[in-house]
């Protein structure tokens, strides 16, 4: 029952990545202004003051997930298998850090890090808390998914009334999930409390 559930979440998004995902989470749930795969230079200058090496030549990166709201900005680092490791999520976030400060005049930066599934649970916490302690959030597509549909109910839209088109991918897969609970009473979603028992994995991280 879990691994269903499960999949009928995440498949659905098979065709989006997950860093669209999280440019919509912030868009609609937290009303960031929001860029996705923003591309910039990685000078020989920048390299330098963030690795302490120099390079031969400059080259290009991407920031994953840019948002910008007011004065603060939240620079964010996707991996869909929790595949990257902790000093490569640090170095990647701190040169979008660096990116931003010369780019856009804003007072406050975050730093986050988000994923969808971790194969192995113990290594994850491990370097989830390493992050935390780094200042990087770390926040899981489970989690946005719920915050998601919680924004949506808090709007008091009738999703048993289906008119209108949703043309957005995303919000479309999450009124269906409300149009399931208001049918049959369940959330799509388990409860926290079954996940390990179910299979060892980690979706969730708070």
């Known amino acids: ?21 999280t ?24 390299v330098s ?24 900005a939240i620079i964010v680092s996707c991996d869909e298998n929790c595949s990257k490791r902790v000093e490569e999520i640090v170095r990647e976030l701190k040169y979008g850090e660096e990116y931003v400060k010369n780019k856009y005049k804003v007072k406050t930066i975050r730093k986050m890090y988000v994923f969808s599934i971790c194969w192995a649970p113990n290594q994850c916490k491990e370097n989830f808390k390493k992050l935390n302690n780094l ?17 949506l109910r808090a709007t008091k839209i009738d999703y048993t009334v289906r008119v209108g088109k949703f043309t957005d991918p995303i919000l479309w897969v999450l009124r269906e999930i409300e149009v ?27």
Do not use: C
């Open 49 to 72: 003051k963030i690795e302490g090496k120099t390079p031969k030549q400059d080259y290009w990166s991407d920031i994953d997930v840019l948002g910008i709201k007011g004065d603060e």
């Open 135 to 151: 200042g990087i959030e770390v926040k899981s597509f489970v989690s946005m998914v719920r915050e998601f549909i919680n924004k």
């Open 180 to 206: 399931i609970k208001t049918l049959t009473g369940r959330d799509v979603l388990p409860p926290t409390s079954e996940k390990s028992k179910r299979r060892n994995v980690l979706v969730e991280w708070e």
């Open 1 to 21: 029952m879990y691994n269903s559930l499960v999949r009928g979440v995440i498949m659905p998004f098979a065709g989006q990545a997950l860093e669209e995902f």
């Open 23 to 46: 440019g919509a989470y912030l868009r609609e749930v937290h009303d960031y202004i929001v860029m996705v795969h923003v591309d910039y230079l990685r000078t020989k200058e920048l």
